[in-house]
């Protein structure tokens, strides 16, 4: 075996790689924040195996073409500090599998959580009928939110035609074809006079200055997915601005900030936020009511 052969069993061969991209000082958060989950990631997509089938498969035996991939994409991962996630073509949201390649970020949101708890206690499941989900990317938001409401129907807006794309090809890979519709729209441009049980959105909210300065992996990802003008907050100006519109009563809009938080808070220290914490990590997320969207100015 050489130092570019991975080992044979699947346990080895993860630890291989974890060590290598330890080496690489490499940087993580798209789908894994660690090497040795990065590492699974790349055995187990090579292998074909079920995530699942953990721990119990890091006993067994890699095909030599398996290896041989592993190999391979290791290296990449390296070398060009590609994301996992674009090396495989897929990763996970809510439980579900989604497909990604660089048209898209690849998701990762705590919104995840939250969906997969149906919203509660802030809105009522059996009575939402239509969703909206603002800059959809791969549509994973919108995907996990029809499956979670199985009667309620969703809007997958992005304003790149290269996301919606990949967006609608998840869609058709999750059947949801009648109940979820991608659509180009600028944040509510395009949308008419729709309204919405609840609106959520991981929009872009890094300003652009700092989106020059991240790590190698993300310059691999949408700039348009990333960046929101200078400060950060333009997607979520629109956003706010229009929710009243387009908010139903006794609706919800649901908004991922990340580190931008504080400057919401400044920017809007009047709205009535709703900070939501998260059992598996992440934050930056608000939630305002109908009512509160109506003290948006």
């Known amino acids: ?14 630890a291989w790689a974890a060590a290598r991209f330890k080496r690489a000082r490499l940087s993580y958060g798209h789908g894994t ?18 995530h699942d089938s953990a721990p119990a498969a890091y006993r067994r035996l890699l095909p030599p073409a398996a290896r041989l991939e592993l190999g391979r994409l290791v290296t990449r991962r390296i070398r060009e500090r590609i994301p996992a996630a674009y090396l495989t073509g897929v990763t996970w949201f809510a ?23 149906q919203f509660r206690p802030f809105i009522e499941p059996g009575g939402v009928r239509r969703i909206l989900d603002i800059g959809t990317g791969s549509g994973c938001i919108a995907i996990a939110c ?22 609608t ?26 309204r919405y049980d609840i609106i959520v959105s991981n929009p872009p909210y890094v300003p652009e200055a700092e989106v020059r300065a991240l790590p190698a992996e993300y310059q691999h990802e949408p700039a348009l997915g990333l960046a929101s003008g200078g400060d950060g907050l333009d997607a979520v ?16 809009l649901v908004v991922e900030v990340g580190d931008s938080q504080p400057a919401v808070e400044r920017a809007w220290p009047r709205l009535p936020f709703i900070w939501l914490d998260f ?12 009512d509160g969207v109506a003290d948006v100015r």
């Open 1 to 14: 075996m050489t130092a570019a052969e991975p080992p044979k069993t699947a346990g080895d061969a993860i």
């Open 33 to 50: 924040d660690n090497a040795v989950d990065e590492a699974a990631a790349l055995v187990f997509h090579v292998a074909g195996w079920a």
């Open 95 to 117: 439980g579900h599998e989604i497909h990604v390649d660089p048209r898209v970020l690849v998701p990762r949101s705590p919104l995840a959580e939250l969906i997969e708890t």
């Open 146 to 167: 029809a499956h979670a409401f199985a009667a309620a129907e969703v809007d997958a807006t992005d304003l790149s035609p290269a996301a919606l794309e990949v967006a």
């Open 169 to 194: 090809d998840n869609v058709r890979r999750h059947r949801l074809e009648a109940r979820v519709q991608p659509r180009r729209a600028n944040i509510y441009a395009g949308l008419g006079r729709r």
């Open 237 to 252: 100006r629109g956003i706010l601005a229009g929710a009243r519109r387009h908010l139903a009563p006794g609706g919800i």
């Open 279 to 290: 059992e598996r990590g992440g934050g930056g997320v608000f939630l305002l009511t109908d």
